[in-house]
């Protein structure tokens, strides 16, 4: 933290004018969506594949994603903390949450796009926070299952000494919560941002009917330049994709990750005070150094002096508390009926179905969660020790992080075609590929926790590995794999969401004028919509609900309770 003594150390005026540059090339981003949002709404934005019209369209996606991130951020902590904290909530919200990251970004597309633009008729408001909303969709899931996680491993003697010195809520989430957290909510933030920017194309330009959505933007711009098979555009739009991530690596993620490594569980002080290049241009930054001094570090002392035990709010008064319990149970009972209605509607809705189209969809069902379970299985068995290799050297981990943001960030769909046909060609048909078309999207899940873990172990664990000269397999299985595993399970929950979600697109694949089909839930699925069988495409839906609850209720729970007792420090 800066403080007013900082203030006065040696400036430098080429750091000046970096953050005031910065700060300008924010506000003009702000400004322009400000004005994109008030005007007239347009359901179709003609894209300028110009190289000139580049920076502008990728500050728009920049802020899109920034904002939706920041929504993201909100919901994770505030689902995690309550599937946390409420063992009655945490038996729906888990299964809940497991369904909802399954659901692929456009089973929330028509009713997002319907209801905002209905709520905003006359501008582009609508459709902008339609567009965050989906970004939303793809971030949020990662998040609050690492919070949730982080939350459950929290050692006892922490919260011990949390009761003992009589914190609040607040101030244990601030001061025990988060900082035990903090490792894991900045590596899944990271795939989080990356999750982003892999469905920009989907979030920014998208047909709904007979209209067609585009929004100023990157994806918009990377789409437009598909469609028009113009090689230029589409090279530059990958290349200015590939410069945000990395600018955003140097100016962003990398100072978290520095500023995250404090808030390791260790009692022992660290090798070495690790700096990164913006950090050390901050500090030779009047501009910065005052604006820390005379803003942030006032709020942050405001804020611990207001949390205090001393200055807790008054209870609320008993007829207030006593409305609040009404009010929340007049809600659950307004939402048991809710649930009721939508159960008969599609009771009545399923009724059609024959016993051999049921078959068809329990068959397609095991065929699908195989090749997820295969999916996640292979890439376990590379992510597991790359990552470990990469994750305990800091300085292997600096040259490889921006390298697996750009890759997981790629639109992998652009790949299927290329792949499927070199497939066919070795004589191997879709059900090979759909497992390898899941790998693409589900490996990074897995790779960012491994990270996240590897980057949590505290020093003294590392050292007593070398005081106790360990061998290379007992460090792996005393240090690496103990500390990897709680964070494990989160990339292998969220990888199998991802590889349910992608199933869709897996499953049936369009190359051209021909379409490759291969048997399975996902394929039923999109055949279902494609045709219009409403009937088909709800009993493909709730067959893979279930599959979910059940896999999340007898696998993912039993390994988060292993992981807590087991191998929490």
Known sequence: ????????????????????????????????????????????????????????????????????????????????????????????????????????????????VLVLVALFPRTNTGLELASILMIVTSQVWNLAFSFYQSLRGIPLELREASRVYQFNWWQCFRRVELPAAAVGLAWNSMMAMAGGWFFLMVCESFTLGSHDFRLPGLGAYMSAAISQRSTRAIVAGLAAMVVMITLVDLCVWRPVLVWVQK???????????????????????????????????????????????????????????????????????????????????????????????????????ALTCVRVFAAV??????????????????????????????????????LYPLILLTLHALGWGLGVGAVLFMLIGTQWYMLFNVLAGVSAVPTELREAARAYRFTSSQRWRVVWWPAVFPYLITGW??????????????????????????????SLISLAASQGRYDVLSAGVLTMAVLVVLINRYLWKPLYRLAETRYAL
């Open 493 to 522: 929950v969220t990888a199998a969401g991802s590889a349910w979600n992608a199933s869709i697109v897996a499953e049936y694949v369009s190359v051209g004028p021909q379409i490759f089909v291969t048997k399975g839930l996902g």
């Open 263 to 365: 808030f390791r569980m260790e009692e022992t002080a660290a090798g070495g005070r690790r700096e990164t290049l913006l950090l050390t241009w901050l500090r030779h930054s009047w501009l910065a150094r005052s604006a820390m001094a005379t803003v942030a570090h006032p709020i942050s002392e405001w804020l611990a002096t207001a949390t205090h035990p001393l200055h807790e709010p008054p209870a609320p008064p008993v007829v207030a508390a006593r409305a609040a319990r009404v009010l929340s149970w007049l809600g659950a009972a307004l939402g048991g009926l809710l649930i009721i209605w939508a159960a008969v509607r599609l009771v009545r809705l399923l009724g059609g179905l024959s016993l051999a189209e049921w078959l068809d969809v329990l068959a397609g069902s």
């Open 1 to 112: 933290m800066i403080t007013r003594s900082a203030v006065s150390r040696p400036s430098s005026w080429l750091a000046d004018c970096s953050v005031v540059a910065l700060l300008a090339a924010l506000l003009y981003g702000v400004v322009q969506v400000g004005r994109h949002w008030q005007a007239p709404l347009q359901l179709r934005v003609d894209i300028d594949l110009s190289l000139w019209a580049l920076p502008g369209y990728t500050l728009l996606s920049l802020l899109r994603g920034s904002a939706a991130y920041g929504v993201s951020l909100g919901l994770a902590l505030a689902y995690g903390y309550t599937a946390a904290h409420r063992p009655r909530a945490e038996r729906l919200l888990l299964p809940l949450l497991d369904v909802l990251q399954s659901i692929p970004v456009l089973g929330f597309l028509p009713g997002a």
């Open 377 to 414: 299985l292979l890439g376990s068995l590379w992510v597991i020790p790359v990552g470990i290799w990469i994750g305990r050297s800091e300085q292997w981990r600096s040259r490889f992080q921006p390298l697996v943001q750009i890759a997981a960030s790629f639109p992998a769909p652009m």
